[in-house]
């Protein structure tokens, strides 16, 4: 698999402004924002989709969780976010490195998906 753009980032070869970071993964606000809050969770460790983690990814993805919710509260939206994880390019998925996308503001409560 080539490299993705996001693992360009995690290495640091593409700059970009991390929002968080801790030993599994970093925080960086989407290129194309689709809300008022639009931050990416990327784990540092490449897993093209979701559906391609492993029983040993268990603890990385409940890390993911958690570090959301440390996001969404450094952020001050912690009482109202979704995550959305699109997994394959038939679910819209255009960068084939696992990422939660944290979206925030707006009128969540409005739309479901
Ligand atoms: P997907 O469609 O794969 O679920 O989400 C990929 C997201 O990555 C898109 O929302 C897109 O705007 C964002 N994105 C693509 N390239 C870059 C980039 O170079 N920097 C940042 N910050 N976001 C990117």
Do not use: W
């Amino acid at each position: 698999m080539s490299e993705s753009i996001f693992a360009k980032i995690i290495s640091g070869e593409i700059p970009a402004e991390k929002l968080y970071e801790d030993e599994h993964c970093i925080a960086i606000n989407d290129i194309n924002p689709q809300a008022p809050v639009h931050v990416l969770l990327i784990p540092k460790k490449a897993i093209e989709k979701l559906a391609d983690a492993q029983r040993d990814d268990q603890a990385l993805l409940g890390h993911l969780m958690l570090a959301a919710g440390n996001v969404a509260r450094q952020l001050g939206v912690a009482e109202a976010f979704r995550l959305i994880v699109n997994n394959g390019s038939g679910a819209g998925q255009t960068v084939f490195h696992l990422h939660l996308h944290i979206i925030a503001g707006g009128s969540l409560a409005e739309s479901k998906m």
